[in-house]
């Protein structure tokens, strides 16, 4: 192609970029998101390398820019849905735990020793079965037990967790 095809190209795809824009703007899209747009259109054609004939070229811009939109659209209102959900489990996870030591301590020291490297260190129960020797069904019958004694202690100590796995 000789430099006067090439620059005529290039000017109808800037004609064609504010026009796409212009329309993305009238259809209720915000200015800048348009814009974002109507760039990634550019980069897809760059990226695939694509020479459109400038018959075909407005026609093309409209449907990618369009399809690219709504894609963006999507994205947004999953992430905006993401987001609403975190926002509403952050208060539970920044709310910590209470402080069950002094209840722990008023347990057996097998007990003691399961609980806090099942919750504290987050030890698994494979990796207590091989910690205590045991097997894993025996670690879990005793965290069972170990955490149905504590159960019993909170309650006499009137300590409410119902609001706490135990």
Do not use: C
Not at 133 to 150: C, E, G, N, P, T
């Amino acid at each position: 192609m000789s430099d006067t095809k090439i620059q005529e190209y290039e000017a109808e795809l800037r004609q064609y970029a504010v026009e796409v824009t212009k329309w993305l703007v009238t259809r209720g899209v915000k200015p800048d998101e348009a814009q974002d747009t109507v760039q990634d259109v550019f980069v897809k054609m760059l990226e695939t390398d694509l020479f459109i004939p400038p018959s075909k070229l407005r026609s093309w811009m409209y449907r990618v820019a369009l399809n690219n939109y709504i894609d963006r659209f999507r994205r947004n209102k999953k992430y905006q849905v993401i987001l609403q959900e975190l926002m509403k489990e952050l208060p539970l996870m920044t709310e910590s735990p209470p402080d069950l030591q002094p209840y722990l301590l008023k347990l057996k020291a097998a007990d003691q020793l399961l609980l806090q490297h099942y919750y504290y260190e987050e030890m698994s129960v494979k990796e207590l079965s091989a910690l205590t020797k045991s097997s894993v069904s025996k670690v879990k019958i005793d965290l069972y037990r170990a955490r149905k004694r504590l159960r019993k202690i909170l309650d006499e100590e009137e300590f409410d967790a119902s609001d706490w796995k135990l």
